[in-house]
Each structure stands twice: as C-alpha cells, then as structure tokens.
C-alpha cells in the first residue's frame, strides 16, 4: 500500500525550538519517502494542535502520523486517541522523542538539528511499516485465588468476597491465621490480636463466596491473567472437620509427643492436636509426619476413642484443579532464624528466646500461661534484655531493616513491665525508627512512663557466665564504655525473611527481588502488581511490613483483582511476536527464550499464545531462521531505522 | 587525534529503563554529546546480534546498549541476562572481523539514572573518539 505519512512537529514553546530548527526539519523533512504532508506548531498537545492533526488526517489522506514532541510516555496516548477519533488505527501514529532525548541535553543548534531529524526519519521509517492492530480481547474467569491466609490473605480474600466474586483462599497449615494469630498484643494500641483476628477467621470460614482450603499448596500455575489454570494439592486432615466436636479425647490417648510450632517449640504438642483454640477450620489434625503409622495402621488409639467417628485414616491427598481470573500472593514471611546467628548463641542458649517466642511467652494462651518465666530452669525473669536488629541491618545476614522490630521490642518491653512491674527492661538498638501513627508516641511512652533502658549499642556477644545467666556484651556508644549486662532472659528482635518457595515464585512467573521478596512492577505506581498480568502481591512477602501495612495492601491487591474480575472480556496489548510458519523449522530454540512459556510446538511449528506473549522479541533474536516476528518491530523496520541514524549526510 | 572526529553512535535502549533513564537525564537536563542516536526497543533482549553488525557495516563508529539492571530489574524477567550473553559472544565476534570490541558498550541503567546514562554516553563518545572512525 503507498503509505502517506504526516510529520507534526512540536516546538514545545522553547523547549524543542530552542535548540532544534523546527522550520528546517519541516521543510526538509517532506522530501523523505512517503512523507506527503509536514507542519509544525507551538504546542501540538494543544487542542488546536490536535485539531491540526486530525485536520490533515482528513484532508490529507494520511495513512501514518508522527508526532515529534516530547517522550511517549507522556503524550503518545493523547496523539495515539485523536488519531483513532478520525478513524485511524492508533498503531499508525508514533511519537519521536525530541525533547527528553534530544533538544534538552543538547545545545548545540546545528548538530541537535541533525539529531533530531534523524530520530524523525527513523520514527517514519517504523510507522509506515506499522500494521494496523486491534487489542486482543479475552474472556475473564470470575474466580480469584488467595495463596496465604495470615490476615493479609484473609483481608483481601474477604474484600474480594464481599464484592460479590468467589475466592478459594489456600493456606500450606492446618489452620488460618497466619503470624498475626501467634502474637500476644499488637501495638500501638494494645489490642490482643487474637481478639481482632479470630473475627475475620470465622467470616473469612464462614463466608459464602469463600471457599477455604488449609493444608494446600499450589502444585503449578498455567494460564494467563483472566484464565489462570491452577493445581492445587489438599493434604487430608484425617479428622472430618464436621463430625468432631472438638472433645479433646483423641489428644489425652496420643502417645507421641512432638515440638509445637505455634509455640515457637517452647511446648509440646502430640501427634493429633489443634494448633490452638479458636483455630479455623475448627477441628483436629492428624500430623502424618509424627504419627506412629496411618498406613498400615500402627497404634489407633485416638480412633478407638472419639466417640463422633471423626477419624478417618484410609484416604490420601488429593488434587484439585479450577481456573481464576486473578491470583494474590500473600504467602507472608517466616523469623530469621536464631540458629544462623553466631555471636548470639546460635539458638543454643536456652535462656535466648528470638521475637515470636517472646510473643508466644507474653500470650495468656501460651506454653507459660502469659507467666514471663525462663525456658531453662522456669525462672521467673526480673531482668531482661532486649537485641534490636538481630539479624537485620548486617551485612553477615539480612542486609535489610525488617522495620517492625523497633516497634514490637518497644511493645515486649512494655508488656513485660505491665507483668513484672519490678522488673528491669534493657534495648539495645543501633536506630530507633517508629515511622508510623501513634508510634513515636508509643516508644516515648516505654521510656517515660515503663522506664524502660535504650542502650545504643549492637552487642557483639551472648554468652552464659557460671550462675547460668545470659549476658550480653557491648559497648555503649554513647559514652564509649564497655558493658556485660547480665540478665534472666535475652530477646533477639529477629528480622522478617521471605516465605515464598521459589517453586511457587516460577509457577507464578513472579521475579524475586536481590532479599527473596516478592518484586512489585513499580515501587511507587503500581506497588501491588506483579511483572505477571492478573498477579497481585501483599503482606509480608512484599517487604517487612506491620498489621495495618499488610491490611491496607490486601485492600488494594482486592480492590486491583476486582478491576479485573467484575469484567466479562479484558483486552491484551497486541503488540506480540508471530510465527512465519513456512520458515519454521520446529527447532524450539524459541521455547527456551521465551519468559512466559507463551510458545509451544505443535505439528513440528512453533505457535505462540497470544494471551501470554508480551511481545519483549527475546524469541525473534534468538531465532536461527528468522521465522519469528513482533508485530510492528519486524527486524526490517531495525534495518531501515538503523540507516537513518547512521546515513552519512551530503554537505 | 582528530579532535574534529565526529563518531557516530547508535544507542538502542530498553523501553522500560534505559529509555526512561535517558528521558529522564532529558528532565534533569544533563547535557551530552549529540552525537548518539537513540532507538528504543521493547527489551534488551530483542536487539539482534545482526542489528548490531548492519550498524557496524553502516557507518557507527559505536553501539550502545542500554538495559534494565541485573538481576531483577527486568520489566520481561531475564531478558537482561540474555543481553549479556549476547554481548559476551558479539565481543568475540567483533574482534574477529576486526572491530575493536570497545566500541561496542552494555550498560545497565534504570529509570531512575538520568545521571548514569548521560555519563555513559559522554565517556562513551570519548572512548570512540580516541579510538578514532570505525575502518571498514
């Protein structure tokens, strides 16, 4: 087709005028093949300018339209919609960039010129070539995954609910709750958490439009956003959730004896058991890794006695497959591990508890009652010391600050003095950082009205001296002296780490940041998306983040899923890479470059899925046949742009 | 030295870093020679080894490659690494048809490094100028 090409170009008041000679380009410009019509004009943003455009569309016949003004990413969307409003598929209207990367880091006006009209002739080479491209559109699976039911999954799973869409919430433990259900009190206001989560545990179970799958993990991830095709695998819990009736008879008759996770290992749980009280789904499990033998059967006692024929031992697990339309990630974050921590004991003193132990010792539903007594000899504590970014900040383990640790530490301490008003309560902290509302306040008022001791200070050691105390070594840095503080019990403040496997990050196609988390598009714009289309992301799996942190993003994450899932059809850049299939040879070099798994082989050609592909052409370089092709960035256009900015002018 | 030497250099830059990088030097008006001419690719992983021997062939007297930082900055996940392959091998290839391997230049440069990429370019421009126009 003979292309008519229409340059517009803008002097951006003085921006681009200034150091570009608009009028030359204007005249020289119409000599380029296929440009038929040129013109300038002082702001073409302008609804005069637009005008203008859209004018000479008309009365020119244009086929392509460029506009040489600013960057695309502010005005190519204005130009690109005026063009459509005449008729003209948008595609067929490019933008040079002649401002941010030409006239405004330049001065010199001849060689600026110059540039510019190469980056001009090279933009008419690119949009004449342009086909004409309508958005794919693709139906919506009104269906939403939550991975994660700590209360940031629990949050956006109810928001999404409560929308009127169905969720399946998934969650790797036998109950919901997450972290937060761990906690003693949060701060600043001293609510009990579990006062404010078991709430939205029972609506979250109880909900109509959630279905609830504990003990499940995603298998794999396929599909694309609006269609995502998910396995997932649900352990048995080996107790019929509605038969039991909570009795406790199964765990009295238990022979084993096993750590209690939820205690953070300070008590023992048996091999039948509910994580805690209020836990949800309200029932027993059967913890097949400890249990004597489910198959064959080695002990049956709990069977033998549960009077509601609850338990049940022959069945396995089982898959289950469903497709969604969207998928939030909010698989939250695990403690540091004490155990990686050398000066402090390597989790071999006993007397050294990390943060959720402490949170586990402080919780009226705790191994200890909510008695502050130490591990090791049940002792009740009188002094105690606290470590602030054990852990974090250091290079030697999370190079990060795991931003809550500040605040819980204020808040241990403070509960500590409420228990044990006599007490003694010593923090050592490098940085006191309470960014956050009530917080400053909160930490003033443990040092003002609990007395507690901020030592600036990061300990180098932990040790136990003859009468079987811990005691922390440091110096202080504000009067440069050294101190041993000896004391009953030392918290280590431990920073947060990621709990996301790998595995579930590639199913998820979801880049992991240089800390594990899971990396978001932008930090500032667009802070919940992920790089994967239809893929949400909050909690503590994001970054170190508080209760209301994590409540406010799960918000958003539903509130970004709903965008997606109250539509019937949602449309795809179509801007993708397409095979020639007569040069295809079937050799799947193709497969290995793309990111997405958008291409696959069949009948010995590659064909790619549309949905899938983003159009980045690591396909189109890596083919050794040259079979493959983005649309609009066809490696001919490359060849004509690259002459433009490397033709060597006649003087 | 020819001081008067004028290279001529072709920038292909990553819509999502590197390009927005240089749009942003443009805002921070950082000033560097005019002498690079920008073309904006999706991805860094699209630039074909071919495009870079046309450029070559045709008169640049320098590439630059501008992408997204490794390792997790990619807007298309590794296609900044498949850039580093690419660069690593086209070096070798350089060398052998006689092209000094510094003329052709990978930089990682975000959106946010106005700065980066305006000195890049500058240094750049002058590395070419000592080694004076590509022989052909």
Known sequence: MNEKVGVFICHCGRNIASTVDVKKIVQEIVKHPNVVHSEDYKYMCSE??????????KSKKLTSVVVAACSPSLHEQTFRKACESTGLNQFKCEMANIREQCSWVHDNLEKATDKASRIIRSTVDKVRDNAPLNPIMVSVKKKCLVIGAGIAGIQAALDVANAGIPVTLIEKSPTIGGRMAQLSETFPTLDCAQCILTPKMAEAAHHPNIQLLTLSEVVSINGYVGNFHAKIRVKPSYVDQKAC?????????????????????????????IPFPQAVPSSYTIDDSTCLGLNPLVCAKCIEVCEARAITVDISEKTIEDDFGAIIVATGYEAYPKENIGEYGYGFLEDVVDSLQFERIL????????????????????KIAFIQCAGSRDKNYLNYCSKVCCMYTAKHAILFKHRVPQGEAYIFYIDVRTPGKGYEEFYQRAQTEHNVIYIKSKPNKVYINRKGNPVVAAVDLLTNRKIELEADMVVLATGMAPSIGKGLASELKIPLDENGFVQEVHPKLRPVECATEGIFVCGAIHGPKDISESVAQASATASK?????????????????????????????????????????????????????TGCGACVSTCPSGAMKVKNFADKTFYEMISEATEVIPQ | MNVQFEPKIVAF?????????????????????????????????????QFIMDAFEKGADGVLIGGCHTPNDCHYITGNFKAYKRHLML???????????????????????????AQVATEFVEEIQKLGPLKR
Not at chain 1, 48 to 57: C, E, H, L
Not at chain 2, 20 to 38: I, N, Q
Request: glycine share 6%; hydrophobic share 40%; proline share 6%.
């Open chain 1, 48 to 57: 005069i300018g637009q005008k203008m455009v859209k004018d000479a569309i």
């Open chain 1, 245 to 273: 009736n909570l009795c406790g008879d199964c765990v009295e008759v238990c022979p084993v004896f096993t750590l209690n996770e939820f205690d953070e290992d300070l008590s023992a749980r048996r091999a039948i058991y």
């Open chain 1, 363 to 382: 919780s009226s539903t705790g191994p200890t009652g909510g008695e502050i007594i130490r591990p090791s000899d049940n002792k009740p504590v009188k």
């Open chain 1, 561 to 613: 899923a709903i965008s997606i899932l109250s539509k019937d059809m949602i449309s795809h850049e179509p801007i993708i890479a397409e095979v020639t299939e007569e040069l295809c040879v079937g050799c799947g070099l193709c497969i290995t470059a793309c990111p997405y798994g958008a291409i696959k082989i069949e009948e010995n050609k590659a064909k790619i899925t549309e949905v899938l592909c």
């Open chain 2, 13 to 49: 830059l990553c819509k999502w870093c590197a390009s927005a990088g240089a749009d942003l030097a443009g805002v921070s008006r950082l000033k560097y020679p005019p002498t690079l001419v920008p073309m904006q690719v999706l991805c860094s992983s699209r630039i074909d080894p």
């Open chain 2, 91 to 117: 070096q070798k290839m350089l060398e052998e048809a006689g092209i000094e391997s510094r003329r052709l230049r990978l930089e990682w440069i975000s959106a946010t490094e106005g700065r980066k990429l």
